[in-house]
């Protein structure tokens, strides 16, 4: 395994706090995601669902988890399907988890084969009073694809249709964004070789170089320290290139003059880092770009401090509208009068700011959460503002990812520079 895993003692964690949201009689189901097929007989690299995986660890295509604590037979109360091992898959793939190994990773006694799923569901869901089935509820979600979930979720509706089902979904949206212990750490591990990416970028930028080779010195530094790769696509974009908000291509030329705005973030045992840095190619911010970066800057400070137990997000994101606007205004983009008079419902300064500050983090990037419950302590966010001028072939985006503690912030990315002065003298050092 390249990563050292989260403890049986904390997946036990997290199912015994899913089950607290459980009515009674409850029965949860959760899938693992299918092997994504590419072309003729090509398939992906296996990626796992994020909530079998906060669930139980595993780590394994066409696993299942079934929680049910009202059953019976105390053995029945926890099982883990996953898939049974062959001769010839120990040949053509290698070795997938005995049942001892998958009680060892997951904390769950009662480990079976997936193909007995089927029959031990039929046995069981006449003790069930309901069904727990999990789906996609994050805000944007918006993918065509069905997946193993989906598909496993229909088939089971359609074989037994009588039986009331609950939403499994926003529990996991609440036990998810509140990190427990070791998965602080694991998204600090993932920081940590981030960090490392970002050190080697500093020595490594230049005039001329190519935004792939940016990419490719960071993909190395993350693959050699144990994490499977980049968290998100990453985005390379120097100069015009910072103002394309999705911008992936990363196949331009980084020219002196220009800033690279590059937004990357590691892996680490299914947990994601997210991290935005903007460094003068020539290794030396003009006046104006040291102006503009600092704005930014002084926007994610502040903002920092605003991420505290009891916020709502919405009021959250309201006040760093008001500190972006005064920095714009400062920097003669807004007119102060005419932000006096502004729409507050289509604020002015969205031409130059125009997407959210702050998502929380986790398993996945873009990770699951209640938008419309107070922070609580333990949450991660990222904190990102950014300022985009394309008439200035300018954009400049700083991001920190940020663990809300019960009086306070622990920024995790604070050994990555992000001062003017410090990124230039490091820089500097590198050539
Ligand atoms: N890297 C994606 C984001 O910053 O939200
Ligand atoms: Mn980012
Ligand atoms: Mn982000």
Not at 36 to 58: E, V, Y
Not at 224 to 242: L, Q
Request: hydrophobic residues 35%.
């Amino acid at each position: 395994m390249r990563y050292t895993p989260l403890s049986a003692a904390t997946y036990r964690e997290h199912r015994a706090r899913f089950r607290k949201a459980m009515e009674k009689g409850g029965l949860a189901v959760f899938h693992s995601n299918d092997i994504m097929p590419t072309s003729a007989d090509g398939s992906m690299p296996f990626h796992q669902a994020a909530d079998i995986f906060h669930l139980s660890g595993i780590d394994q295509e066409e696993t299942v988890l079934l929680l049910f604590p009202d059953a019976f037979d105390p053995k029945d109360r926890e099982i883990l399907f996953v898939r049974e091992t062959s001769p010839s898959i120990a040949i053509w793939e290698g070795a997938k988890l005995t049942q001892k190994q998958a009680t060892g990773q997951s904390g769950i006694a009662t480990v079976l084969w997936t193909s007995s799923y089927d029959a031990t569901l039929q046995r069981l869901l006449p003790q069930a009073k309901n069904i727990y089935l999990n789906s996609n509820e994050h805000l944007r979600q918006g993918n065509e694809v069905e997946t193993r979930e989906e598909r496993k979720n229909k088939e089971l509706c359609a074989k037994y249709p009588l039986y009331e089902v609950k939403r499994s979904a926003p529990t996991m949206h609440r036990i998810r964004s509140r990190k427990t212990k070791e998965e602080i750490a694991q998204i600090q591990n993932a920081v940590n070789i981030t960090a490392k990416a970002f050190q080697r970028v500093l020595r490594f930028v230049k005039p001329g170089v190519k935004e792939y080779e940016i990419e490719a010195e960071i993909t190395h530094e993350f693959l050699r320290n144990g994490s499977r790769g980049h968290a998100y696509t990453p985005i390379i974009a120097s100069g015009y290139n910072a103002c394309v908000l999705h911008y992936i291509t990363n196949d331009d030329t980084c020219k002196s003059g220009d800033v690279i705005l590059m937004d990357f973030g590691c892996e680490y045992g299914g947990y994601a880092s997210d991290l935005s840095r903007s460094i003068p190619v020539s290794g030396k911010f003009t006046k104006r770009q040291r102006d503009v970066y600092n704005a930014v800057l002084n926007v994610q400070k502040a903002a920092t401090k605003l991420l505290l137990p009891g916020v709502y997000l919405a009021d959250y994101h309201k006040k760093v509208g008001v500190l972006m606007e005064k920095e714009l205004i400062g920097l003669g983009l807004l007119d102060k009068k005419a932000v006096a008079k502004q729409d507050p419902e289509k604020p002015l300064y969205k031409k130059y700011f125009m997407h959210g500050t702050s998502h929380f983090l986790g398993l996945d990037v873009h990770d699951v959460g209640l938008w419309h419950e107070p922070i609580v302590e333990g949450m991660v966010f990222t904190v990102e503002p950014g300022i985009y001028i394309p008439e200035e072939n300018l954009g400049i985006r700083i991001e920190n990812n940020i663990l809300v503690t019960k009086n306070g912030q622990v920024d995790l990315f604070k050994n990555i520079p992000r001062e003017v002065d410090e990124i230039e003298a490091l820089m500097k050092k590198g050539k």
